[in-house]
């Protein structure tokens, strides 16, 4: 897919745009389902993070108190939450808190109140008098030692972990760096995140985000005394490159992803390598480009100003990550869009071609997305906050079925929600793109249907801006059951209905009713395919048959007429009279100010 072009510059086997579509094995399908899983506490979402211990288990800020997320067996239950004992609150109007697992303890920071540190069965507050971690934002471990960044741009590093409990928590050594206590950086840090490596230690150079900046820190040299001295221990990765938000950095085989402030994704891999050449071509700065143009449309018109808040994971060989923020009702901020890249393709995983683009999933207000390992199963959950005043807990599911929310309560009933999605096709001019045609029908191949759907098919000619409806039909994947002998039949849903249909749609006749114009006729002519249910579009066949100019051109309905404004009626005259309140009248009635002589505007 690609929505940053025309669609007359796509080739007749990509698609220009698509909502809640996969595009996995070529073929166009609903995306995988999601599931309403947990109704949480009310209030301010504040953040959520991922602690593995005791088989996995999701912690979330809200509202100043820390809960403990239970997490249950997939297509069985068993969610539960419940505060944290230990955790005092924390303020409920703060809009982000930051989290990070260590050796064996979660920690969460709100940038004002001594950090919260929970073992998985109690919390507690750091001491300050050792000193423990210190009050800050953003922090990241690797390499046995945790760092975390304060007072804007402040970077601090804590203790190595010896292997005793909670001596990784300690800062104790800041005399040794640099010869002060913290690493200074040009603007506020607004992400922290570690290069994977495969080489001897666990994790390579620790990267620090600004909004506008990228610099690599060699947290991999362990030997404290050695800081001070060592060549290159701070180096500027990247310039005017950063990231708004800390929680899209999202880690995928031995490269970096991330949402940058204008909205773009950038790869640290793809990045570096444009920098390093662009040294030899003689280029300006860093020459460095988002990954690409393909979720321009989505992300151009994006408030930069929350973008802070968004957030991604990896799961199920596609990366997601939230898009289209608004504010919601509990003071917080939700995301309408996910933006789906695909790392399925043979050609992504030997890295010579970026991730397919999915088109975006809507249907949920994302707050933020949560990644982890649950009792040796990768699981993906997203909490939404919603205009009800609701925040809920979803799972994202690898199957191709509707929506799953809970409608009732007090039993946990589910209810199934057909996914709706479209697809927009490019703009085909049939090989003559300076010959006029006239649309004739539609045809579209339909596989793998789940219960009922329903298609629909728009079009419009040349660059018309309003879609026109085609047709729509309903189709089912059921059968009857002719053994039983008796009438009548009964009926049975099927699995996912194998055997490909074609429904064929024959253009209606439609004029356009500003311009008179015949919509059936054009030089070329975009496809919009809509559905709602599960299916997969097997194969899409527009077909269209050329008209002669002559033809064309004396085709009645091609002249319009043009009337000028019709004002009659709508005069006002205005009167002020010399000793009285100022007045309006018009034809139908008179109005009288108050005696002040009160401006009036109209």
């Known amino acids: 897919m690609s929505s940053a072009v025309s669609p007359d510059l796509l080739p007749p086997n990509q698609c220009a745009w698509g909502m809640n579509a996969d595009y996995r094995g070529s073929k166009v399908k609903t995306r995988p389902n999601i599931e309403q899983q947990l109704f949480l506490p009310s209030g301010l979402v504040q953040g959520a993070g991922f602690f593995n211990i005791q088989g996995g288990m999701l912690i979330a800020m809200i509202a100043g108190i820390a809960y403990r997320i239970r997490v249950g067996v997939p297509g069985v239950g068993g969610f539960s939450y419940e505060s944290i004992p230990g955790a005092f609150s924390n303020s409920p109007v703060i809009p982000q808190v930051w989290m990070t697992q260590t050796v064996e303890n979660f920690l969460i920071q709100d940038g004002q109140s001594d950090c919260i540190i929970y073992n998985g069965s109690t919390a507690r507050r750091a001491d300050q008098s050792i000193p423990e971690v210190p009050r800050g934002t953003h922090m990241a471990y690797a390499n046995g030692r945790l760092w975390v960044a304060g007072d804007g741009n402040q970077l601090a590093a804590g203790n190595i972990y010896t292997g005793v409990a909670d001596t990784e928590l300690a800062f104790t050594e800041i005399q040794y ?8 950086f040009s603007d506020a840090i607004t992400g922290l995140a570690f290069i994977p490596s495969t080489g001897t230690s666990d994790y390579g150079p620790l990267l620090v985000f600004g909004r506008t900046y990228l610099e690599t820190v060699r947290a991999d040299v362990t030997d404290r005394d050695s ?10 990765a990247l310039r005017s490159v950063g990231t708004p938000s800390g929680w899209t950095i999202v880690q995928v085989n031995e490269d970096l992803f991330w949402r940058d402030v204008l909205g773009g994704i950038r790869s640290l ?18 020459a460095n480009v988002p990954i690409s143009r393909e979720v321009s449309r989505l992300t151009d018109y994006e408030s930069q100003q929350l973008l802070g808040f968004s957030s991604g994971v990896y799961f199920d060989n596609r990366m997601l990550m939230t898009a289209s923020p608004f504010l919601n009702p509990q003071g917080g901020v939700s995301f309408r869009d996910l933006i789906s890249l695909d790392f399925a393709p043979v050609s992504t ?3 010579q071609s970026p991730p397919a683009y999915n088109g975006t999933w809507q249907g949920i207000n994302w707050t933020r ?11 993906a959950f997203g909490i939404s906050s919603d205009g009800d005043g609701i925040n809920r807990l979803w799972e994202f599911d690898t199957g191709s079925t509707d929506d799953l929310y809970i409608s009732n309560i007090l039993t946990g009933e589910k209810t199934d929600s057909p996914i709706e999605s479209f697809v927009e096709y490019p703009r085909i001019a049939f090989q003559d793109p300076k010959k006029r045609k006239r649309l004739t029908r539609c045809d579209v191949w339909l596989s793998h249907i789940v219960g009922e759907v329903t298609v629909t098919v728009y079009w419009r000619p040349d660059n018309y801006q309003k879609w026109t409806l085609w047709d729509s039909t309903n189709q089912c994947a059921v059968m009857t059951d002719a053994s039983t002998g008796t009438a009548p039949h009964v009926w049975k849903n099927l699995l996912p209905d194998q055997r490909p249909l074609v429904k064929t749609f024959s253009i209606p006749e439609v004029t356009d009713p500003v311009s008179d114009y015949d919509l059936s006729t054009g030089f070329g ?5 809509a559905w709602t249910g599960s299916l997969k579009i097997e194969r899409v066949s527009v077909w269209s048959e050329p008209v002669d100019d002559e033809d064309y051109v004396n085709r009645d309905g091609q002249d319009g007429t043009c009337v000028s404004n019709d004002v009659t009626g709508n005069e006002i005259v205005y009167q002020i ?8 009248t018009d034809e139908n009635n008179e109005v009288y100010l108050d005696e002040f002589n009160n401006v009036l505007t109209y």
């Open 227 to 236: 800081w001070a001295t060592y060549p290159g221990f701070v180096t500027n």
């Open 577 to 584: 009279p010399a000793n009285s309140p100022i007045v309006y």
């Open 349 to 351: 995983m030997q890295g």
């Open 177 to 184: 760096l640099s010869g002060g206590g913290t690493i200074a």
């Open 369 to 379: 997305l949560v990644q982890g390992e649950f009792n040796g199963m990768t699981r």
């Open 525 to 529: 002519f975009q496809v919009r395919v």
């Open 269 to 286: 891999n793809t990045m570096l390598t444009s920098a390093y050449f662009a040294q030899y071509r003689g280029a300006q700065g860093d």
